[in-house]
């Protein structure tokens, strides 16, 4: 799923295309997009943008008469910037907004349609899209850790819950950790005044970093393929690989259709956490230690 760097890279690349243009027309292919039925899908056309806002993992959309588009792209939704009237061929193609120097055109790969357009009026409508959490770059460490230690979560719990914090999915969360050097299964409430501080410095650099690197490439090209697992990643989606710091192989918990990725030796200690299933199947030879991974691998 886009998470904040990966929605600011959008806005960044939206904003010379479509700012201060109008929405000549909206085309939609598939009628489960549309979660809306009033104000109508057609009141937007020939409305000029005039604002461009992220909320969460949501891109807002704002039109003359205080009206708004909301995109929500949730897992496998994703933008793409094509020629103007682009022929919407294909189950993937789900919806094109039509300006005058091109067509912003919806995909969703799969199956399940789980991305949405919402069509609302007027600001305070547009706030109950807001699941409550704070930005991070417009708070202090007292605030932050006040906001993540009102329930005692784990830490990959607590980076990841919209209400808490804005912006933040599986992706970036792991590359926070990693660099705070600390378990994603750490409680909140054991973390110490030290690790506060690690935790606090190490998700704004960190998002501010990938916020930077994407916003220079969306500044050259629009983001035509934004995933979850980058090219220069510490730890996400690098099962098996080498750590960047230690060198050590990067592990990872599974659940459901999620991973949580991260390196042993510099966040738990040397401790491999507990994989559901594989902690099913092996019971009690799933392994405690880097040491006793390695004796298992050996037999």
């Not at 730890?235 to 690989?241: F, I, M």
């Amino acid at each position: 799923m886009p998470e904040l760097p990966d929605i600011a890279a959008y806005l960044t690349a939206l904003q010379p295309r479509i700012l201060g243009q109008p929405v000549e027309r909206v085309r939609l292919a598939s009628p489960f997009l549309l979660r809306t039925a009033q104000p109508p899908l057609a009141s937007v056309e020939n409305r000029q943008v005039n604002k461009l806002r992220r909320i969460g993992k949501r891109i807002a959309i704002g039109l003359e008469g205080d009206l708004w588009l909301v995109l929500h792209l949730m897992i496998a939704g994703r933008l793409h910037w094509r020629t103007r009237d682009a022929k919407l061929a294909g189950r993937q193609n789900l919806a094109a907004f039509d300006f005058p120097k091109g067509s912003l055109v919806l995909t969703e790969a799969g199956a399940k349609h789980r991305a949405s357009l919402h069509v609302i009026s007027g600001e305070e409508n547009l706030r109950t899209f807001d699941a409550g959490g704070i930005d991070l770059f417009a708070t202090d460490l007292k605030t932050f850790r006040e906001v993540l230690t009102a329930e005692n979560h784990t830490l990959k719990r607590a980076l990841t819950d919209p209400r808490l914090l804005s912006g933040i999915g599986n992706s970036y969360s792991d590359e926070i950790l990693h660099a705070a050097q600390l378990s994603p299964i750490l409680l909140t409430q054991k973390l110490t005044a030290d690790q506060w501080e690690q935790l606090f410095a190490a998700t704004r650099e960190t998002l501010q970093l990938w916020i930077n690197r994407l916003h220079a490439e969306a500044e050259r090209a629009f983001p035509e393929k934004v995933t979850a697992f980058r090219a220069g990643m510490a730890v996400h989606g690098r099962y098996g690989q080498p750590c960047p710091r230690c060198d050590e192989k990067i592990l990872r918990i599974r659940y459901a259709d999620k991973e949580t990725n991260y390196c042993a030796r510099c966040q738990t200690g040397g401790k491999v956490l507990a994989d559901r299933s594989l902690s099913r199947l092996l019971g009690s030879d799933w392994p405690r230690s880097l040491e006793e991974l390695e004796a298992l691998k050996r037999r």
